[in-house]
């Protein structure tokens, strides 16, 4: 299973785009992204995924490079309640994608 | 109906207790997983279940049972827990286990005294 590399924390501006990046140089053909983000003391909350495409939906978007190597999830207009853990996970299997580190974001005033 | 529910929410036991966590969807989904997740980490697999069937032990061990009485319901069953089997425990359920977006319950908060 392909491994991510999250930086560990990020702050952004309130009303500002987040941009979290995520390395995934090992992903294979068939292994689709993920994200999650988890606040504090709650479960994680699934966010976005992808495969080749960029994607969007009404919480994000994905911007998946053409190589598949990285990605990046973006947040267009941050808020203070987006302030989480965010991971990005690789696989093809729920049962065998695992949680990296994930970096902390931290929405500022 | 679009959440996974656990209880209880905190769970207090001696070594030497027995106790059950439980866990439920409403979603249809039929993979039913449970995590563990200890403070500042992230969380960890320890089971899958698909359609009813454990497919996936991530190495747990025997003081920790899981059960999954139907497609909606999935249970943890505790016995003679160590004091560091102490962390959040997470339920999460997905269309299947092929699929991702997994949908996660609130966690049970399990302190092993």
């Known amino acids: 299973d392909a491994k991510t590399t999250q930086p560990p924390s990020m702050d952004c501006a309130e009303g500002r785009a987040a941009n979290l990046p995520c390395n995934h140089s090992t992903i294979s053909g068939n292994e689709y992204v993920y994200w999650y983000r988890q606040i504090h003391s709650q479960g994680p909350q699934y966010i976005i995924h992808?495969?080749?495409n960029n994607e969007t939906n009404e919480m994000a978007s994905l911007i998946i490079t053409e190589d598949r190597k990285s990605s990046t999830l973006i947040l267009p207009h941050a808020t203070l309640r987006d302030t989480a853990v965010y991971y990005c996970i690789v696989g093809n299997n729920a049962g065998k994608s695992t949680f990296g580190d994930g970096t902390t974001l931290t929405v500022k005033p | 109906d679009t959440e996974v529910t656990q209880t209880p929410k905190h769970l207090v036991m001696g070594m030497t207790n027995k106790k059950s966590l439980k866990c439920e969807q409403h979603m249809g989904h039929r993979a039913m997983y449970w995590y563990k997740q200890k403070a500042k980490k992230p969380p960890e697999l320890m089971f899958v279940y698909s359609y009813e069937k454990l497919s996936i032990n991530e190495s747990v061990p025997s003081r920790f049972s899981p059960e999954c009485p139907n497609s909606s319901l999935l249970n943890l069953h505790l016995h003679a827990l160590q004091p560091e089997d102490s962390a959040l425990y997470l339920c999460?359920?997905?269309?299947?286990?092929?699929?991702?977006?997994?949908?996660f319950g609130p966690g049970t908060r399990l302190t092993v005294l």
């Open positions: 992808g495969l080749k």
């Open positions: 999460a359920s997905s269309q299947s286990e092929v699929f991702g977006g997994e949908f």
